[in-house]
């Protein structure tokens, strides 16, 4: 009997051993180029070129320095701080507002509707470029602007974001909602007093991923955006065309470009895996 009890043990801590094995590698392989990355920018481009892998010696700040005391960097940041949160505004506040009546109300032809929304995470914003261009450009007149950036970013967060959303809120308990309703409460009193601060993780999960989404979005902003209204990603790419020979202070622009979106990660991680933990049981 003892023999037969410890092989279920002896393969389950084999697996165990493969599983961590597979999620070291992961973890080497996403984690290893940021940290080169921001080692590299506390280098001189002579010690990149005489020992790429070592570690600094000794380690250098003026590349670093250079990168946050110029202009053009902190207008990189600023049109994408201003661009990510107008994004990340519209698509919280019009996606908790699709995804409530589809997930508290029941009409004819509801789960016809949140399919169009399943269907639109089908389809990337790098597939309507040229549409949204001309749309953008030509008919609105928002070419070049925060807005013109802004508005087609978070229509195409906005399917991601019911689609989390709304299993979230159908898991909210219906007796407070009636016990809501009995004393009083108007659905619009309902909706901002109880449903959205339960909803908070729910909230939080979709502001991250449509505020990341967007300050890493490069191919919209590139043709909608020029001269000082360029992005951060836009300003990568400028810095990197305009200073190829200076390995280093390309590695720290990159770097640096990093931080906000890597900072908000970490700072909400638990948060986020708590909203997709609702939407998941919902």
């Known amino acids: 009997m003892s023999e037969v009890s410890l092989k279920p043990r002896r393969r389950n801590g084999s697996t165990n051993i493969v599983v961590y094995l597979v999620a070291l590698v992961a973890v080497a392989l996403t984690v290893g180029p940021v940290l080169y990355g921001a080692l590299g920018g506390f280098r001189t481009n002579g010690q990149i070129a005489e020992r790429p892998t070592a570690l600094p010696d000794p380690w250098v700040v003026d590349n670093y320095a250079g990168v946050l005391s110029g202009a053009p960097f902190w207008t990189y940041a600023l049109n994408s701080t201003v661009i990510a949160v107008i994004t990340t505004v519209v698509t919280v506040v019009f996606g908790v507002m699709a995804a409530y009546p589809l997930a508290r109300y029941r009409f004819r032809g509801r789960e016809a509707l949140f399919m169009v929304f399943v269907l639109g995470l089908l389809f990337p914003a790098a597939v309507a470029v040229i549409p949204l261009f001309i ?148």
Do not use: C
């Not at 004393?183 to 909706?191: E, M, N, Q």
């Open 135 to 282: 749309l953008i450009s030509r008919d609105l007149g928002l070419g070049n602007t925060w807005w013109g950036v802004a508005l087609p970013q978070a229509a195409f967060s906005l399917p991601l974001t019911v689609v989390i959303l709304r299993p979230f809120l159908m898991a909210l308990p219906r007796e407070l909602e009636e016990a809501a309703l009995i004393d009083g409460a108007s659905r619009i009193g309902l909706f901002w007093r109880i449903i959205l601060p339960l909803s908070t993780p729910g909230l939080v999960t979709v502001a991250v991923l449509a505020f990341v989404t967007s300050w890493n979005a490069y191919i919209l902003p590139l043709l909608l955006l020029q001269g000082e209204m360029r992005t951060l990603p836009l300003g990568v790419a400028d810095f990197s065309t305009e200073h190829s020979a200076d390995t280093a202070g390309v590695l720290a622009f990159t770097t640096i470009a990093m931080i906000p979106a890597l900072v908000l990660f970490l700072a909400l991680q638990r948060r986020i895996v708590s909203g997709l933990q609702g939407a998941v049981k919902g």
